[in-house]
């Protein structure tokens, strides 16, 4: 049973690659074929398919779906006031003609909208103004292209949607996942400014010698307040500094860009078409996440658990040395929605490590994390690659090549955490 299971799973990532399925579809196919092969019922107990797998699976990561509404609200929100491209700008013009200086400027902005939103709108938040400024100060378009996805990818650590999706998929209190995340976040940080430092120093081409065929920019927006610049930073405060929950937090950074931006009776207007807007976001990945509860349901059926349990384990490095040797020699498979991409088929090895007992749930937090911080700016078939990409000029596999070994270096860098402080 076990081995018709991996069989199955090896045919979802097959039909993934190929893309004759999207992923959303194979995942939730994936599901309802694992609950058949492991025998549940059709009906009746909390472990058959219409209940277990497709009523409760479907609803097992309601509040990160009410979280990645919320991000995408906000993230909507930083456009349509103009906060991001402010942020943007006033990090432009300080940094004049020095190319290291506008490129760092552009990460760390990059780095405060992806710890609100993460995918394209995060890219789209920051590269719109960002990745023509870094072209025209000098920096090949690959390396502008790869300095706003490095940023996005060095604030994912802090991106509450991405601590409540861990929480839900893995069952691990938000405080763990807090303390996994905090701890990556230096990593990804420093690596990230090692990619920029070593991009700028790699030559400049003139401004006027670059061909792009980028989409249209949006029309700019009049810049926003001083004070509501601090935006992205008012849920990241709450989360971190004062222990508030996710969506609370995020609910009061959406509060406070409308109250620092929008004049009161312009102000339900905008919080509606606004909201609107991040129901259009939000949508891929909450359909997404509606497939990937009922993977993780599937997976945590008795019989799908008796069957994969001793094969996993069987596979799986025990010494932390061999973890780290292992896992980091296996990075490859969380790109092109490989098997252990944890917004993907990855959900469902990270359940069955965690119900089986094969590793603590921190260390399965802390290896998963890793993973995405190579998948969210490596991954030539991820949304805000292929958007930083074109928008740049490039194809998204070259952006793969400049990205991969720095951030193969920040997964290998989690992996070494992981193994210190939770094997």
């Known amino acids: 049973m076990g081995i018709a299971i991996l069989i199955l799973m090896a045919v979802g990532v097959l039909l993934m690659l190929t ?111 960002g990745i023509p400024a870094m072209i025209a100060v000098g920096l090949r378009p690959v390396a502008a292209a790869g300095t706003v996805l490095m940023g996005i990818s060095a604030g994912s650590p802090l991106e509450l949607p991405v601590w409540q999706f861990m929480s839900d ?14 701890r990556l976040f230096p990593i990804a940080f420093v690596v990230g400014i090692a990619y920029v430092l070593v991009q700028t120093r ?36 709450l989360a971190l500094g004062f222990t508030v929950p996710i969506v609370p937090s995020l609910l009061a950074g959406v509060v406070y860009a409308l109250v620092t931006t929008t004049r009161w009776g312009d102000l339900n207007e905008r919080a509606l078409r606004s909201l609107y807007k991040g129901f259009e976001v939000a949508a891929p990945p909450i359909a997404l996440f509606v497939a990937i509860g009922m993977l993780l349901a599937a997976v945590k059926l008795p019989g799908a658990k008796t069957a994969l349990t001793p094969i996993v384990a ?60 190579v998948f969210g700016v490596s991954d030539p078939t991820s949304t805000q690659t292929v958007w930083a990409a074109q928008y740049a000029g490039v194809r998204p596999e070259r952006s793969m090549l400049s990205t991969l070994p720095f951030t193969w270096v920040v997964g290998l860098g989690g992996m070494v955490l992981t193994a210190v402080l939770y094997l």
């Not at 700008?89 to 939103?117: D, H, M, N, Q």
């Open 202 to 237: 790699r030559g400049a081409r003139h401004a006027w010698a670059v061909q792009l065929d980028r989409p249209k920019a949006r029309v700019r927006r009049g810049d926003a307040p001083w004070y509501a610049l601090a935006t992205p930073l008012v849920p990241i405060v």
């Open 19 to 129: 893309r004759i399925l999207p992923t959303a579809f194979a995942l939730a196919g994936l599901a309802l074929g694992i609950a058949l092969i492991s025998g549940a019922p059709l009906t009746g107990a909390k472990d058959s398919i219409l209940t277990g797998v497709l009523q409760n699976g479907a609803v097992t990561l309601a509040a990160t779906m009410i979280a990645v509404l919320l991000g995408s609200w906000l993230g909507t929100l930083l456009d349509q006031t103009g906060i991001g491209g402010t942020l943007v700008r006033k990090i432009v013009e300080f940094g004049g003609e020095r190319p290291a200086v506008v490129a760092l400027g552009v990460f760390a902005v990059s780095i405060l909208c992806g710890s609100i939103t993460g995918s394209a709108p995060a890219a789209m938040l920051a590269g719109v103004v």
């Open 169 to 182: 998929a893995l069952g691990a209190p938000v405080s763990e996942v807090r303390t996994v995340m905090i």
């Open 314 to 373: 069987a596979i799986s490095p025990s010494s932390p040395i061999f973890f780290v040797i292992v896992f980091a020699a296996l990075v490859p498979l969380c790109l092109f929605r490989g098997p252990l991409n944890v917004f993907g088929l990855g959900a469902g090895v990270a359940g069955v490590l965690v119900t089986g007992g094969i590793y603590p749930m921190t260390a399965v937090v802390g290896l998963m994390a890793s993973y995405n911080q």
